[in-house]
């Protein structure tokens, strides 16, 4: 009997580590911290062995393969032995595709993916197809596999799922954009991350298609330097293309083959430049799936957002409260802040993965009065902001800094969380730090 080790008791271990079992295997998993009770639960129910606080390498080190969660580095001693002892170390998503029969469309890019997977999954169920949402949003892939019937999964993909898939197909692949992120994973080399972001365009065949921002520099620059055997579908806010989307006349247009679709701008739920080309890739996935115009046009200018990214949480007395936290990256801040109209408050701060903060100096510089810097470390903030904004000022915890943003604020202002860093200095995830913001805000 094949024996499967699951290392990380989160969503995406626990998906697994059911799968296997249900496949017939001998699974074991290993969390190096603690397991939360509801997966505990999870893993009894289907008499999964499990340890936690630690990794024992007599249990680990005997395994036939290692599935890997997501949020543990190829670095961690573990992972090193389990190399050393040819041991193949895979993802969820690897190992989940094997069993899985339905047709992939998976999403990736430094910024977007989860806005773009979650209108994709929405135009879908809006035209009645049996649709899954998985990967690194909902539900775990392989505990859906394990346990459902979808004929489609709309999947978002993180670079670290891609770097441990190997056989894995998309049947659309859809990237957005490049920009330096988690370099603190990729020996702080750029070229690394670009690599595992094309590692979604591996297997696929020339009936595939391949959606990709052909104003992205970074992506056009490396697209030649691979072979990538699916159509290719370009979307442009600043040329018009062949077969793809394109802006024109004030209307998101697509082509693909012989059919046509096209809407208003203003039409679209979801607002400002990088909204539109989260837009144009759902679009484009629309048309090659042969959705209905009507769906499609429904579904962009219905669609409500996502869940800390840019959502409006409250205003008080005329100061405006915004829930960024999603934004872990320098160029997701950027876009945050370059759709703003109002002076901003800009709370941020946490983890730094490698930032390099100057291209949101012009945009600082004309747009933020105060930064209010939301960690544990915050010397590097200060260091490349404090000749830039006339107040900066430190908090420990959301509610200091909600607080300290309200005192500084003004009528008119906006209150912007959008921390350009990851979240484990203070909270668990970023959800956790945008609850935190959310629940500070109502009790102002």
């Not at 859809?174 to 702080?188: A, E, F, G, K, S």
């Not at 009528?411 to 200095?425: I, K, N, R, Y």
């Amino acid at each position: 009997m094949k024996r499967v080790v699951v290392l990380g008791g989160g969503e995406s271990g626990v998906g697994a580590a059911v799968l296997a079992k249900v496949k017939g295997c001998e699974v074991f998993l290993s969390d190096f911290s603690s397991i939360d009770e509801e997966s505990k639960e999870m893993l009894n129910k289907y008499d999964i062995p499990f340890e936690e606080g630690g990794h024992s390498r007599e249990l680990i080190l005997n395994a036939s393969e290692i599935i890997k969660s997501p949020g543990i580095p190829e670095t961690a001693p573990i992972v090193a032995d389990a190399y050393k002892c040819n041991i193949p170390v895979i993802s969820e998503i690897e190992f989940a595709g094997r069993y899985d029969n339905a047709k992939k469309i998976c999403i990736t890019g430094s910024n977007g993916k989860t806005t773009t997977t979650s209108i994709i999954y929405y135009l879908l169920k809006n035209a009645g197809l049996n649709v899954g949402l998985g990967g690194n949003i909902g539900k775990s892939y392989a505990y859906q596999v394990a346990t459902e019937n979808y004929d489609i999964y709309v999947l978002e993909l993180s670079s670290f799922q891609l770097d441990g898939m190997y056989d894995f197909k998309a049947d659309i692949a859809v990237l957005l954009n490049i920009t330096p992120d988690h370099l603190d994973r990729y020996n702080h080399d750029f070229e690394e991350y670009i690599k595992a972001k094309f590692r979604i365009t591996q297997n696929m065949q020339p009936e595939d298609c391949f959606i990709f921002c052909s104003d992205d520099d970074i992506t056009l620059s490396h697209l030649n330097k691979i072979v990538v055997q699916a159509q290719k579908l370009p979307f442009s806010q600043n040329k018009i293309v062949e077969n793809g989307a394109f802006v024109s006349d004030n209307k998101l247009q697509v082509k693909y083959n012989n059919s046509e679709y096209s809407m208003f701008l203003e039409e679209l739920s979801l607002q400002g430049k990088h909204n539109i080309y989260n837009s144009m890739a759902a679009a484009i996935t629309g048309k090659v799936m042969n959705i209905q115009n009507s769906v499609i046009r429904e579904s962009l200018s219905s669609f409500k957002g996502v869940e800390h990214r840019l959502e409006k949480v409250l205003s008080i007395n005329n100061i405006e409260f915004i829930n960024d936290s999603k934004a872990t990256n320098v160029n997701s801040t950027w876009y945050a802040l370059e759709s703003m109209t109002k002076p901003v408050i800009w709370i941020a701060g946490g983890t730094d993965k490698g930032n390099d903060y100057s291209p949101l100096f012009d945009l600082v510089k004309s747009k933020v009065k105060a930064l209010i810097c939301m960690g544990v470390d915050n010397a590097k903030l200060h260091r490349d902001f404090d000749d830039k904004i006339s107040v900066v000022v430190d908090a420990l915890s959301a509610k200091e800094a909600v607080e300290k943003a309200y005192e500084l604020a003004e009528s008119g202002d906006v209150v912007l969380l959008s921390p350009c860093c990851a979240s484990f200095d203070l909270f668990k995830n970023y959800e956790d730090r945008g609850e935190q913001f959310k629940r500070a805000v109502k009790f102002l």
